[in-house]
């Protein structure tokens, strides 16, 4: 079963500096109906001018993922991390029993646009932690790159939860397939151009839950990124 979630229909924020649109409840935006998914609760696609961001604030009890599309994303915390996050990194920060952090346009000219994550811990009260890592674009095109996991295999982030996260580059003509294990679930995201998702026709910005089904077939049609969710 394949329940698309369209990229219209998703909550919206314009605050000038910030253009985020919500796939899951966030904020002010409440809809019952999309809490999340499994142990996804947030994708955020986030828009932010040049010179400003995210003033230094705090969570606990979460993974948070941040994907970088275009532009550059600089990042501080409480644990002593500073660092620019570029397309082709993946960061993940464990908020644990508490972080305070910053995300700040690193640029005062190019706007930035990247995917904010948050996915549910399998404890809570971990001790809060930072990883980072790059992936390059041949590791993704024409494939499916494991660029997160639970045990951080095959060169991937660590997650804290049973999830594996898949990154693709599809263009005109490639296919991709993911076999999914009894009893998983999978979301994947739409970052930018159009698939097919066992022949569903997906476009930027859109999502999709699926259950219940043995196999997903991803095919390109206009030059695609992809992000797909292995799920408990």
Known sequence: MITIRNRDERGAVNMGW??????????????????????????????????????????????????????????????????????????????????????????????????????????EGMVPGYEQKAFEREEKQGRLRLVGSRDGRDGSVTIHQDVDLYATLLDEGDSVTHELRPGRHAWVQVARGQVRLNGEVLKEGDGAAISKEESLTLDGVVSAEVLLFDLA
């Open 18 to 123: 910030l253009n985020s649109k919500h796939s899951f409840s966030f904020g002010h935006y409440y809809d019952p109906a999309h809490m999340g998914f499994r142990a996804l609760r947030v994708i955020n696609d986030d828009r932010v001018i040049p010179g400003a961001g995210f003033p230094t604030h705090g969570h606990a009890d979460m993974e948070i993922v941040s994907y970088v599309l275009d532009g550059a994303l600089e990042h501080k915390d409480t644990l002593g991390t500073s660092s620019v996050i570029r397309p082709g990194d993946v960061q993940r920060m464990s908020a644990g029993s508490g972080i305070r952090h910053s995300e700040y346009n690193a640029s005062k000219k190019d706007p930035v646009h990247f995917l904010q994550i948050w996915i549910l811990p399998n404890e």
